[in-house]
């Protein structure tokens, strides 16, 4: 529909497609989901490794919080075996995997993704090139590998200096026209430099946003990560993806709302890399410092329709 507003939704991991498409695919609006492509561990990491395609974790995810079909098939989609040589991989990433192997394009891939979960908006990669996210530690360590930056293999005291991809990729052309023609755009919430970091050195991302007339919008985490954002509050994030932009974003969204201790230590003992973010910045008095609840009460995690709810308000 022409009179429907564009969101442009960019990220990657589990936060932006189940905390953020999830609930948005239930507006009047069109929604162009572009993810992070560059996942070197687990089921993506490895098809990616002995097949040369597109690591397909991050699109299956946001296929998944898009699809409109019966459970049975949404279970199918996230199923993964448990044994044997395909013990690790996901039935879906096999399928996108298979697609793209015997397909011309990625269009031919999501064309029929698209068909099969009944998804009326766009999935779409950031880049298609094969490169690898990098990170520099404050003592000049070189950390290369999504995983490894997220899951660290380093001390967790060294903050990390920069991120860079190696080589260089180009955004894919499909991702730069939405991102041009978007009302909204927004960023988040991901882990800093293994997600959201990916999709804006991209070549050609930050130019295209800054050719958009949309507002920018920045999801912050709920919580930081040891190793790769430990002690960052709301603003040390928002700046972050500021530099990247070499501009200021329109309006920041972080939550308000501590969780229940009880809940904190289940999440803590289930993801011991994780720490609340139990304080913030001085500097949120600005106008485009937006404080809510947006804390699901049975995880440290964002609910969708709450989320979704604020970010509708800000077109």
């Known amino acids: 529909m022409k009179d429907r507003k564009k969101i442009v939704c960019l990220g990657g991991g589990n ?3 189940k905390a953020v498409l999830f609930g ?3 507006y009047p609006v069109e929604i162009s989901a572009i993810c992070a492509m560059l996942d070197s561990g687990g089921s993506s990491g490895r098809l990616r490794k002995d097949y040369n395609v597109v690591s397909p ?9 898009l699809a409109n079909t019966s459970p049975v098939i949404e279970n199918l989609f996230n199923y993964r075996f448990q044994k044997g040589e395909l013990a690790g991989h996901n039935f879906a990433n096999l399928l996108i995997t298979a697609l793209e192997l015997s397909s011309n394009s990625y269009e031919d891939v999501s064309r029929e993704i698209y068909k099969l979960l009944n998804i009326s908006h766009q999935v779409l990669p950031i880049t298609l090139d094969n490169s690898e996210v990098c990170a520099i530690l404050e003592d000049g360590t070189i950390i290369e590998g999504e995983t490894n930056i997220d899951i660290p293999k380093h001390d967790s005291s060294l903050k990390i200096k920069k991120v860079f991809l190696k080589p260089e990729a180009n955004i894919y052309p499909k991702s730069m026209k939405a991102i041009e023609e978007a009302d909204l755009i927004v960023i988040g919430p991901g882990d800093l430099y ?3 970091s990916q999709i804006l050195l991209v ?9 958009s007339n949309a507002k920018k919008v920045y999801i912050s985490n709920l919580m930081t990560k040891k190793g790769e954002t430990q002690n960052f509050n709301v603003s040390d994030f928002s700046n972050e993806i500021e530099s990247y932009l070499g501009g200021e974003l ?7 709302e501590k969780p229940t201790q009880r809940i904190l230590d289940k999440t803590k003992e289930k993801h011991p890399e994780l720490i609340n973010m139990v304080s913030f910045s001085n500097d949120l ?13 049975s995880s440290v995690s964002h609910d969708s329709e709450k989320l979704s709810k604020a970010i ?3 077109i």
């Open 15 to 17: 936060a932006m497609p």
């Open 24 to 26: 948005l695919k239930k």
């Open 57 to 65: 974790g991050d699109i299956r995810r946001s296929f998944i919080a």
């Open 194 to 196: 293994s997600s959201l």
């Open 203 to 211: 070549k050609g991302t930050v130019q295209a946003i800054n050719k």
């Open 250 to 256: 329109d309006y920041i969204l972080y939550n308000k």
């Open 285 to 297: 008095n600005s106008n485009k410092f937006i404080g809510l609840d947006l804390l699901d009460k």
């Open 312 to 314: 509708i308000s800000l």
